[in-house]
Each structure stands twice: as structure tokens, then as C-alpha cells.
């Protein structure tokens, strides 16, 4: 999931879109008997803020798949999150670093994924367990 800032600049822009889909490390998913279903969509705007700053956002879109937590039934979930990231080439703070002005979004997107995860896996509102 690279984007390079050198192309954007080059059509004379400050900002683009982007569109990309990625398969996740399995360990991101810690509900036991869940999976990420690949591939995970990942959909944004970049903007280059100045010389070592540039700002993403956007919304990544994945599905869980697995059983259910309660009645272990197998369930399948899609599941919305929003980004907004700052990288910075400075070394800033708080910020992701990238360098040779190649963002690389992976480890932004791999951090939103373990933040967004659900802690149990539950395949509807109205799910009953069933002994
Ligand atoms: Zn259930």
C-alpha cells in the first residue's frame, strides 16, 4: 500500500485519491475461531500538507468470519472504521514515519485494524445461545 508523493506532485497536485485492497496478517484478529476475510478495502484521500508532512484519511472496510462467540454458529460481519493519519519524513511525533517520499500505509492500517477489532464476535443482535 504505497503511494508515491512523487507522482502526485509531478501532475502538479496536492492531493489524490486512493483505493486499495490488502490481505491482513492473520494475528490481528484475537477472537478465538474468527478470521479476517480478505481482502480488506481500504479507501482515502492523501494530502501533502508541505515538505514532510502529509495527512491520509479515509475508511477501511473488512469482514469477520467465524463462530459465533455465543452460540458458535458460523456468522460473517462487515465492519466500517474511519482513518485520519498524519506521516511525517521529520520524525514528528505521533506521527507515522516514511521516507524517499514513498507513504507506506500498511502499519497505519494494521494499528486501525487491532484498535477496531471487536473484543467477542456475536452473529446478530437478537443471537441466543443454544445448548
Ligand atoms: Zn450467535
Known amino acids: ?16 485519491a486512493f483505493y486499495f485492497e490488502y490481505f491482513p496478517s492473520a494475528q490481528l484478529c484475537a477472537v478465538p475461531n474468527v478470521e ?4 480488506v478495502k481500504i479507501q482515502g484521500r492523501v ?5 514532510t508532512t502529509v495527512f491520509a484519511e479515509g475508511e477501511v472496510f473488512f469482514t469477520l468470519k ?7 454458529n458460523p456468522a460473517e460481519k462487515s465492519y466500517v ?12 511525533e505521533g506521527a507515522y514515519p516514511y521516507c ?3 507513504i507506506d500505509l500498511t502499519k497505519a492500517i494494521d494499528d486501525l485494524l ?5 473484543m467477542t464476535f456475536v452473529c446478530g443482535e437478537d443471537c441466543k445461545a443454544e445448548y
Open 1 to 16: 500500500m504505497i503511494i508515491d508523493l512523487k507522482e502526485i506532485r509531478k501532475k502538479g497536485k496536492e492531493e489524490e
Open 36 to 39: 479476517i476475510a480478505p481482502p
Open 81 to 92: 472504521a474511519d482513518f485520519a493519519e498524519e506521516f511525517s519524513s521529520a520524525g514528528e
Open 114 to 118: 487491532i484498535l477496531e477489532m471487536p
Open 47 to 51: 494530502r501533502i500538507l508541505d515538505k
Open 100 to 102: 524517499a517520499d514513498k
Open 66 to 72: 467465524g463462530e459465533c462467540t455465543r452460540c458458535l
